[in-house]
């Protein structure tokens, strides 16, 4: 299989009535995990970097994007690459040219007049490079600059408001926030899936579940058939990770030879992964 287009993988997955999962990247085991696990599950899969693991790598992103877009290359099934979560324009001016065929451009934390404002200028210039752009609109609980918590009022997307802002901004696929939250260590989010299938019936691109490691198995298939595309995972993968890597230290307290316990903690994704894309893919 080969790199393909992140709109390949998302319009198949729309016309067969499924999702595709997107897993942050952090690091290349993190790449080298994914892409294992999607092999395992024989799925596709998207590699997604975000503004914040680009800032982890001292804001340099092309280092951490051709490693994973080179692991993508040699994997068994397609895979795409995105960058996830930027708010800096200046980051997504360089996302063409360091291997992404796709962005996120978040501005879901900005009053919607701003909001739309500068996500329609996101996507004029993504649409110029030839990027395919996802956007936000309303509040996913557990970001740091989120008013307030996934369940207060007020904060989930509607979608009147969803239809219209989709239309002025001309963005290729919408975040919405129907109930999960970013950086949930317990699965125990529950959805709003009657939002999600209004939102479906008005919103005319695919929609994106962000905070989706605190969606358990049952509530994420039923947002599948409720009508997400994409769906967002990050948080299970370093759980899996940073777990097992305690475990391997607290096992052999005298190692200093950072390979075994990586790699233990690469297969522990591995298989997060696996499990994983046997929910949302099945």
Known sequence: MSLVPTRELVS?????????????????????????????AGTPVI????????????????????????VGRGCGVDVALHLDHVTDMRLLRTAADAGFSSAMFDAGAQPYAENLAATRAAAQWAHGAGLWLEAELGYVGGKPDAPASAHAAGVRTDPE??????ADTGVDALAVAVGSSHAMTERSASLDHALIERLREAV???????????????????????????????????????????????????LTDPRPYLAR??????EAVRLLLAVVSG
Not at 16 to 30: D, P, S, Y
Not at 223 to 234: D, F, S
Not at 245 to 254: F, Q, S, T
């Open 161 to 166: 408001e969803a239809a219209r802002y989709v």
């Open 47 to 70: 590699l997604q970097i975000s503004e914040n693991a680009v800032r982890f790598h001292g804001g340099r992103v092309e280092p951490i994007a051709r490693a994973a877009a080179e």
């Open 204 to 254: 005319p691109v695919p929609l994106v579940l962000h905070g989706s490691s605190g969606v358990g198995d049952e509530e994420l298939r039923r947002a599948v058939r409720a009508g997400i595309v994409k769906i967002n995972i990050g948080t299970a993968l370093n759980v899996a990770f940073t777990g097992t890597v305690r475990e391997a230290l607290a096992e052999r307290p005298d």
């Open 12 to 40: 198949k997955a729309a016309a067969g009535g499924r999702a595709v999962a997107a897993f942050n990247v952090i690091t290349l085991e993190h790449a080298e995990a994914v892409t294992a696990g999607a092999e395992a």
């Open 265 to 270: 903690g690469r297969e522990a994704i591995t």
